[in-house]
């Protein structure tokens, strides 16, 4: 690993330290390991630490694993998105309104057995109110896990009417998944772990890997997102597996490579429909995002196949969130963006319209904190937008990644054009998407009508004046603060 890694690592590691996380984090570039790292505590409360021999255990109804699995069988022919659900599950008295891709994008309207019947049956009894905190996640938590075979939870949910008509809406029911890993099952004959180790564990080499809970790690959980609450496993669970952090990354290192699916079936997998969602997988600011999970434990994935980059997160304890300035922010968020900042530059750029793709990282954009004082923040930026009919928000993206806002003021009226705010992610300015996007905006302008141009800009920032020169503005006027520059199209 040269020195320009090492700083990277380094970069994660205090990260890590300044969000007291438990468990490990990985991020590998065409099969290269730039950072492998563990952290924190088995078991928290007792004091004993994260090792390299720490085991963790996970549902096989995972969301990624159910995904790939669904996909496999598709590419094989045994199933198709389209089909209802009446055709595996036939006693269920609402299959034939369902399709399976209703289930896998979260629009099957199937109500949720756990938190649409357990918890209000827990929230409703006193004694289970009466209890401690701490006890009372514990029971809920268990209650969640103990209930999770397909014969019961349709003898929880199965003569319940749909919460909406499938695909009109979206709730993501717990529900979903027992249905999805019931089909699988009845399907291939196999319980899902077999399923699982045969076509996606065995095929990576994922030797470690075994069925059952034996993790030597305590699992936490969070309450209401400030505090940790211990919930050892002390209880019967069907269907989890334990593995460890070597063999998780296997899992990502395959994931990137497009293992275990034709490219076809990746292609439909990571298909994203107006929300960021494709199959069990979404799209986090122009990554592929996706997790396997039980209780506290967790590994939430990372990865893009064309530009080989994968990121891994591993942990037993639910990461705790802090709330900074109206934005929500916690470890795996800061250290995906530490890695954005470093791998991002001009490839694929493009300029769209604020939309509801885009809007929530949008909305994130921040500058460095020396040019707060010359630009609007991006969040009143796009709100002043929405206020008069006359302003346009497009972002600047890179693939499917936000990096920057541009803000144009427009009346052909009043033959009115204006380039009111210009805003480079402090992550990725220096890297020529500035001159990308006035170059653009120019040229969008003068296909609207423009015959020439001004902008405003603060006299102190001399990088955006050399930036508007760059691109064709003149110093039109000096005042005591600002400067208007113009340009003749």
């Not at 096989?60 to 659900?85: E, N, P, Y």
């Not at 399976?100 to 009894?125: A, R, T």
């Not at 994130?364 to 010359?374: F, G, H, L, S």
Request: glycine share 8%; net charge negative.
């Amino acid at each position: 690993m040269n020195s320009y890694n090492k700083d990277f690592s380094s970069r994660i590691d205090e990260i890590a330290q300044k969000w007291d996380i438990s468990g490990g984090y990985a991020v590998l570039k065409n099969g290269e390991i730039l950072h492998k790292n563990i952290y924190g505590y088995a078991d928290r409360d007792f004091g004993i630490p994260t090792t390299k021999d720490c085991t963790y255990s996970f549902h096989t109804h995972s969301q990624l694993l159910i995904g790939i699995c669904l996909m496999q069988l598709i590419d094989d022919k045994r199933i198709k998105l389209t089909d209802k659900l009446s055709c595996y599950i036939p006693e269920y008295k609402h299959g034939n309104r369902i399709t399976i891709k209703n289930l896998v994008k979260y629009n099957s309207g199937i109500p949720d057995f756990f938190y649409g019947k357990l918890m209000i049956d827990l929230n409703e009894s006193k004694e289970h109110m009466d209890l401690p905190v701490a006890e009372r996640i514990y029971v809920e938590t268990k209650t969640l896990y103990t209930h999770r075979t397909f014969k019961q939870v349709l003898s929880l949910i199965g003569e319940q009417e749909l919460d909406f008509e499938p695909g009109t809406n979206e709730d993501r029911s717990e529900t979903n998944w027992i249905f999805l890993g019931e089909i699988i099952k009845r399907i291939t004959g196999m319980s899902l772990y077999e399923y699982e180790k045969k076509h996606i564990f065995n095929p990576l080499n994922m030797d470690s890997t075994i069925e059952g809970y034996h993790a030597n790690t305590v699992s936490y959980v969070s309450y209401r997102s400030k505090e940790l609450i211990r919930v050892p496993v002390d209880y019967n669970v069907e269907g989890v597996f334990t593995t460890n952090f070597n063999d998780l990354c296997k899992l990502l290192n395959g994931l990137t490579e497009g293992k275990l699916l034709s490219g076809k079936a990746w292609k439909a997998m990571l298909k994203y429909d107006s929300e960021g969602n494709g199959i069990c997988i979404e799209n986090s600011n122009g990554i592929a995002c996706s997790q396997i999970e039980f209780i506290g434990y967790g590994f939430m994935v990372y990865f893009n196949q064309e530009s080989g980059l994968c990121y891994g997160n591993l942990q037993n304890e639910e990461l705790l969130l802090s709330n900074e300035g109206g934005i929500w922010n916690f470890f795996r968020k800061e250290a995906r963006e530490e890695i954005e900042g470093l791998f991002t530059y001009p490839m694929d750029t493009k300029m769209i319209r604020i939309n509801k793709k885009n809007i929530w990282n949008a909305l994130n954009i921040k500058v460095e904190p020396e040019q707060i004082e010359y630009v609007l923040e991006a969040k009143s930026s796009i709100a002043m937008c929405l206020a008069y009919k006359n302003y346009q928000a497009f972002a600047e993206m890179e693939g499917d990644r936000v990096v920057g806002l541009l803000v144009l003021d427009i009346n052909k009226k009043k033959d009115h054009y204006y380039i009111s705010i210009v805003q480079i992610d402090r992550r990725y300015q220096g890297r020529g998407y500035g001159k990308i996007m006035m170059e653009w905006a120019v040229e969008y302008l003068k296909k609207q009508g423009a015959k020439e141009l001004e902008i405003g800009v603060s006299r102190f920032n001399i990088a955006a004046q050399k930036l508007y020169q760059s691109v064709g503005f003149d110093i039109k006027s000096v005042y005591e603060d600002g400067i208007t520059m113009h340009a003749v199209l």
